[in-house]
C-alpha cells in the first residue's frame, strides 16, 4: 500500500523534462524491438560504397566496408539498452545487499563492509572493468558481470545511508516495539521507504552501464564480431578521421541520446521522490 | 585532531590489505591462471615467461602459500619484470608517469578553474538564467562519452581547421625554447579538454548545490546585514564554508582521472600510464598490470586519507563528528 501511494505519487510528481526523457527511454526501446526489421541491411557490405557520406540512401553514411551506418546505428539499440539494464540491475542488487546488510547490523559487520565498499572505489573503474573484461571469455554475461561487479559500491552507498536513516525513525522503532519480526521490518517497513532513492540511484546506474559498454566494445573488449554495439561501430572511426567524420558522429550520437535520456529521467524521479522539490 | 588523525590512519590498514587483496584475486581467479588462461587470449605467456610466471607468481604452490608470497612482495613494492620487454615494471612505469601527471595537472587546473567560478555564480542565483543554462550544459557534458568527445574534437579541430595536431605528444623534430614550450601545450590541448569536462562538471554541480545551501545561511545573511557586496558574501562567506564538506571528495577524482587517461591517451597516442595500462591488458603483461593496480590504488587511498585529514584539519565538525 505504502509503495503503491509512493510510486503513483512520484510519476505525477515526474518534471517536464523527466516525462520527456520517459518518453524518449520508451521511444528507444520500441526502437529496439523493430531492429531486427534491418539486420540484413546491416550486415550488407558493398566495397563500391564504401565510406560514403550522408545520403538519402544512406542518411548516416557507410562504413569501412561500405554497410549502411543508419542500419548498424538502429541495431545496436537492443544490445547496450539491454546490457544497459541488467548490468545496472545486477549493481543494485549486490550494492543493496552489501549496504542494507552493513546499515541494519551496524558495529563490526558495517565496519568491515565499508572497508570492502572503500577498497573497491580506490581503483580506477576502468582498470577493473578492462581487466574483467579481457580476463574472461567474451559473452554478454562477461559484459554485464563485470559492469555490475565494478558499479555497485555507489548504489551500497545509498542503500547503507538510507537503510541506516530509517531504521531509527519512529515507525521503524514503533514497529520493533510492537514486536514486529527483523524480516516483516524489513520487507514491510524499510525497503518500500528505501525503494525510491534507490531507484533513483539504479536509473543514473543504468546510463552508466550503457556508457561503460560503449567504452569497453571502444577499446576491443565488448561483444565479439558480428553482434553491433555504438561502441564498436566507433571503434572503427579513428582510422577514418580524416576523410568520414559521420563514422564518429552519428553512433556517439545515439549513445548520447540514449545516456541523457536515462540521466535525465533519473533526475526527475530525485526532483518527483523528495517531495517538497528540495534541491539537493 | 591526533585521535582522528589516528583513527583514519588505522581504518585504512584493512583498506591497504582488502587491496592487495583484490589485486591478488585479480591475476589468480579470473582467468583460471595466469599461464593457461581462458577465453580468447589475444597472446598468452608460453614457454619461458610462462615458466617465469609460475616462480614469480608461485602457481604451482598452494594458495594462501601464493598469497604469502605476493603479500611480501607487494609489501616491499617489487614489483617484477615485465614480459614484453623484460624491463622492471617500476622503471616502465616512471617512465609513463610524467606523461600522465602533466596531461592530468593540465586537464585538473582547467576543470577546476573553470568549475568553481561557474558553479558559485550559479549557485548564488539558483534556479536563475544563468543556473538554468549553466546546469544543462554541465548536464549534457555529463552525458558525453569521453571517446566521442575526443574524436568530435580531433574531427573539428585537427582535421577541419587543422588549428591542433592530430594525436602525439611534440612534433618531431621538437622545437626548442618557447617554441617547444607551446608545441607541447598545442598537443596537449585536445586531450586535456576530454580529460578536464567531466571532472569539471562533477565539481561545478558540487560546489554549486553546495553554495545554493550556505548562501541562505545566518552567518552569509549576518555578513550581508553588516554591508558585505553580494559578491564578498558569496566568495569569502558561503563559498569556503560550501567547500569544506567537499574536501573529502577530491582523493576519489584521482581514480576518475586514470580511468579517463586509459581511453584518451589511447586515442591521441599519449605513452603514459593509461595506454602503458591497456597495451599491458591485451599482452597479458601480467606484473605490469599488477603493478600499475597496486599503485594507483595506492596512491588512491592515500589521496582519500590525505583529503580527510585536511577537511577534518579545516572542519572542528568533521573530527569530532560521528561521520567516517
Same mark, same amino acid.
Given at each position: 500500500m505504502t509503495a503503491s501511494t509512493a510510486r503513483g505519487g512520484s510519476l505525477r510528481g515526474l518534471p517536464a523534462s523527466g516525462r520527456v526523457a520517459l518518453a524518449v527511454v520508451l521511444l528507444l526501446w520500441i526502437v529496439a524491438a523493430c531492429s531486427p526489421l534491418l539486420s540484413e541491411r546491416a550486415g550488407a557490405i558493398r566495397l563500391g560504397e564504401?565510406? +560514403?557520406?550522408?545520403? +538519402?540512401?544512406h542518411p548516416f553514411g557507410t562504413d569501412d566496408l561500405g554497410r549502411d551506418l543508419f542500419a548498424r546505428v538502429v541495431c545496436a539499440t537492443p544490445i547496450s539498452l539491454a546490457i544497459g539494464l541488467v548490468a545496472a540491475a545486477v549493481s543494485l542488487g549486490v550494492g543493496f545487499a552489501v549496504g542494507a546488510t552493513a546499515g541494519w547490523i551496524g558495529g563490526g559487520v558495517d565496519l568491515a563492509l565499508s572497508r570492502l565498499i572503500e577498497v573497491v572505489l580506490c581503483f580506477p573503474v576502468l582498470f577493473l572493468l578492462l581487466a574483467l573484461a579481457a580476463f574472461l571469455p567474451p559473452s554478454p554475461m562477461t559484459l554485464i558481470l563485470a559492469i555490475g561487479l565494478t558499479a555497485w559500491p555507489g548504489d551500497a552507498r545509498y542503500a547503507r545511508a538510507e537503510v541506516m536513516r530509517i531504521k531509527q525513525l519512529d515507525y521503524a522503532r514503533a514497529a520493533r516495539a510492537a514486536g514486529a519480526s527483523t524480516p516483516r521490518i524489513l520487507t514491510r517497513h524499510l525497503l518500500p521507504n528505501a525503494l525510491p532513492p534507490l531507484i533513483v540511484s539504479a536509473a543514473f546506474g543504468i546510463g552508466w552501464a550503457i556508457l561503460a559498454e560503449a567504452a569497453l566494445s571502444f577499446l576491443g573488449v565488448?561483444?565479439? +564480431?558480428p553482434a553491433i554495439s555504438w561502441g564498436g561501430i566507433l571503434s572503427a572511426a579513428p582510422p577514418y578521421i580524416e576523410e568520414a567524420w559521420w563514422i564518429a558522429l552519428f553512433p556517439g550520437l545515439a549513445l548520447f541520446l540514449t545516456v541523457s535520456a536515462y540521466n535525465l529521467l533519473a533526475e526527475g524521479l530525485r526532483t518527483a521522490t523528495t517531495e517538497k522539490g528540495r534541491h539537493a | 585532531m591526533i585521535r582522528y588523525v589516528l583513527r583514519r590512519l588505522l581504518l585504512a590498514v584493512p583498506t591497504l590489505f582488502g587491496i592487495i587483496v583484490i589485486v591478488f584475486l585479480l591475476v589468480h581467479l579470473a582467468p583460471g591462471s595466469p599461464v593457461s588462461g %581462458? $577465453?580468447?587470449?589475444l597472446r598468452r605467456p608460453t614457454g619461458r615467461a610462462a615458466e617465469e610466471l609460475r616462480r614469480l607468481y %608461485?602457481?604451482? &604452490? =598452494?594458495l594462501p602459500e601464493r598469497f604469502g608470497a605476493w603479500f611480501s612482495r607487494a609489501a616491499r613494492f617489487d614489483l617484477g619484470e615485465s614480459f *614484453?620487454? &623484460? &624491463?622492471p615494471v617500476g622503471e616502465r612505469i616512471r617512465e609513463a608517469l610524467p606523461n600522465t601527471l602533466f596531461l592530468n595537472g593540465l586537464a585538473l587546473a582547467l576543470a577546476l578553474s573553470i568549475a568553481i567560478p561557474l558553479g558559485v555564480v550559479a549557485g548564488g542565483r539558483p534556479e536563475g538564467a544563468f543556473d538554468r543554462l549553466s546546469g544543462a550544459a554541465l548536464f549534457a557534458l555529463y552525458s558525453t562519452p569521453t571517446f566521442w568527445a575526443a574524436l568530435l574534437l580531433q574531427s573539428i579541430f585537427? *582535421?577541419?581547421? &587543422?588549428?591542433? =595536431? !592530430?594525436? %602525439? *605528444?611534440?612534433?618531431? =623534430?621538437a622545437p626548442a625554447g618557447l617554441a617547444g614550450l607551446v608545441d607541447r601545450l598545442a598537443h596537449a590541448a585536445l586531450p586535456a579538454t576530454c580529460l578536464a569536462y567531466g571532472t569539471l562538471a562533477f565539481v561545478a554541480r558540487l560546489v554549486r548545490s553546495g553554495v545554493a545551501e550556505t548562501r541562505e545561511a545566518d552567518f552569509v545573511l549576518a555578513a550581508r546585514a553588516r554591508g558585505a557586496s553580494r559578491r564578498r558574501a558569496l566568495w569569502t562567506h558561503a563559498f569556503p564554508n560550501a567547500v569544506l564538506p567537499l !574536501?573529502? !571528495?577530491? $582523493?576519489? !577524482?584521482l581514480p576518475a582521472l586514470l580511468s579517463g587517461s586509459v581511453i584518451v591517451e589511447r586515442i591521441f597516442a599519449w605513452p603514459g600510464l593509461g595506454r602503458l595500462y591497456f597495451d599491458s591488458i591485451l599482452s597479458r603483461d601480467y606484473p605490469v598490470i599488477l603493478g600499475l593496480s597496486l599503485l594507483s590504488a595506492v596512491a588512491t587511498l592515500a589521496a582519500t586519507l590525505a583529503s580527510d585529514i585536511a577537511a577534518a584539519a579545516a572542519d572542528p565538525r568533521v573530527r569530532d563528528g560521528a561521520s567516517p
Amino acid at each position: 500500500m505504502t509503495a503503491s501511494t509512493a510510486r503513483g505519487g512520484s510519476l505525477r510528481g515526474l518534471p517536464a523534462s523527466g516525462r520527456v526523457a520517459l518518453a524518449v527511454v520508451l521511444l528507444l526501446w520500441i526502437v529496439a524491438a523493430c531492429s531486427p526489421l534491418l539486420s540484413e541491411r546491416a550486415g550488407a557490405i558493398r566495397l563500391g560504397e564504401r565510406l +560514403a557520406p550522408p545520403s +538519402a540512401a544512406h542518411p548516416f553514411g557507410t562504413d569501412d566496408l561500405g554497410r549502411d551506418l543508419f542500419a548498424r546505428v538502429v541495431c545496436a539499440t537492443p544490445i547496450s539498452l539491454a546490457i544497459g539494464l541488467v548490468a545496472a540491475a545486477v549493481s543494485l542488487g549486490v550494492g543493496f545487499a552489501v549496504g542494507a546488510t552493513a546499515g541494519w547490523i551496524g558495529g563490526g559487520v558495517d565496519l568491515a563492509l565499508s572497508r570492502l565498499i572503500e577498497v573497491v572505489l580506490c581503483f580506477p573503474v576502468l582498470f577493473l572493468l578492462l581487466a574483467l573484461a579481457a580476463f574472461l571469455p567474451p559473452s554478454p554475461m562477461t559484459l554485464i558481470l563485470a559492469i555490475g561487479l565494478t558499479a555497485w559500491p555507489g548504489d551500497a552507498r545509498y542503500a547503507r545511508a538510507e537503510v541506516m536513516r530509517i531504521k531509527q525513525l519512529d515507525y521503524a522503532r514503533a514497529a520493533r516495539a510492537a514486536g514486529a519480526s527483523t524480516p516483516r521490518i524489513l520487507t514491510r517497513h524499510l525497503l518500500p521507504n528505501a525503494l525510491p532513492p534507490l531507484i533513483v540511484s539504479a536509473a543514473f546506474g543504468i546510463g552508466w552501464a550503457i556508457l561503460a559498454e560503449a567504452a569497453l566494445s571502444f577499446l576491443g573488449v565488448g561483444l565479439p +564480431a558480428p553482434a553491433i554495439s555504438w561502441g564498436g561501430i566507433l571503434s572503427a572511426a579513428p582510422p577514418y578521421i580524416e576523410e568520414a567524420w559521420w563514422i564518429a558522429l552519428f553512433p556517439g550520437l545515439a549513445l548520447f541520446l540514449t545516456v541523457s535520456a536515462y540521466n535525465l529521467l533519473a533526475e526527475g524521479l530525485r526532483t518527483a521522490t523528495t517531495e517538497k522539490g528540495r534541491h539537493a | 585532531m591526533i585521535r582522528y588523525v589516528l583513527r583514519r590512519l588505522l581504518l585504512a590498514v584493512p583498506t591497504l590489505f582488502g587491496i592487495i587483496v583484490i589485486v591478488f584475486l585479480l591475476v589468480h581467479l579470473a582467468p583460471g591462471s595466469p599461464v593457461s588462461g %581462458g $577465453g580468447e587470449a589475444l597472446r598468452r605467456p608460453t614457454g619461458r615467461a610462462a615458466e617465469e610466471l609460475r616462480r614469480l607468481y %608461485g602457481l604451482d &604452490r =598452494p594458495l594462501p602459500e601464493r598469497f604469502g608470497a605476493w603479500f611480501s612482495r607487494a609489501a616491499r613494492f617489487d614489483l617484477g619484470e615485465s614480459f *614484453v620487454d &623484460r &624491463r622492471p615494471v617500476g622503471e616502465r612505469i616512471r617512465e609513463a608517469l610524467p606523461n600522465t601527471l602533466f596531461l592530468n595537472g593540465l586537464a585538473l587546473a582547467l576543470a577546476l578553474s573553470i568549475a568553481i567560478p561557474l558553479g558559485v555564480v550559479a549557485g548564488g542565483r539558483p534556479e536563475g538564467a544563468f543556473d538554468r543554462l549553466s546546469g544543462a550544459a554541465l548536464f549534457a557534458l555529463y552525458s558525453t562519452p569521453t571517446f566521442w568527445a575526443a574524436l568530435l574534437l580531433q574531427s573539428i579541430f585537427a *582535421v577541419q581547421l &587543422r588549428w591542433l =595536431p !592530430l594525436y %602525439g *605528444v611534440a612534433s618531431d =623534430p621538437a622545437p626548442a625554447g618557447l617554441a617547444g614550450l607551446v608545441d607541447r601545450l598545442a598537443h596537449a590541448a585536445l586531450p586535456a579538454t576530454c580529460l578536464a569536462y567531466g571532472t569539471l562538471a562533477f565539481v561545478a554541480r558540487l560546489v554549486r548545490s553546495g553554495v545554493a545551501e550556505t548562501r541562505e545561511a545566518d552567518f552569509v545573511l549576518a555578513a550581508r546585514a553588516r554591508g558585505a557586496s553580494r559578491r564578498r558574501a558569496l566568495w569569502t562567506h558561503a563559498f569556503p564554508n560550501a567547500v569544506l564538506p567537499l !574536501l573529502t !571528495l577530491f $582523493g576519489l !577524482l584521482l581514480p576518475a582521472l586514470l580511468s579517463g587517461s586509459v581511453i584518451v591517451e589511447r586515442i591521441f597516442a599519449w605513452p603514459g600510464l593509461g595506454r602503458l595500462y591497456f597495451d599491458s591488458i591485451l599482452s597479458r603483461d601480467y606484473p605490469v598490470i599488477l603493478g600499475l593496480s597496486l599503485l594507483s590504488a595506492v596512491a588512491t587511498l592515500a589521496a582519500t586519507l590525505a583529503s580527510d585529514i585536511a577537511a577534518a584539519a579545516a572542519d572542528p565538525r568533521v573530527r569530532d563528528g560521528a561521520s567516517p
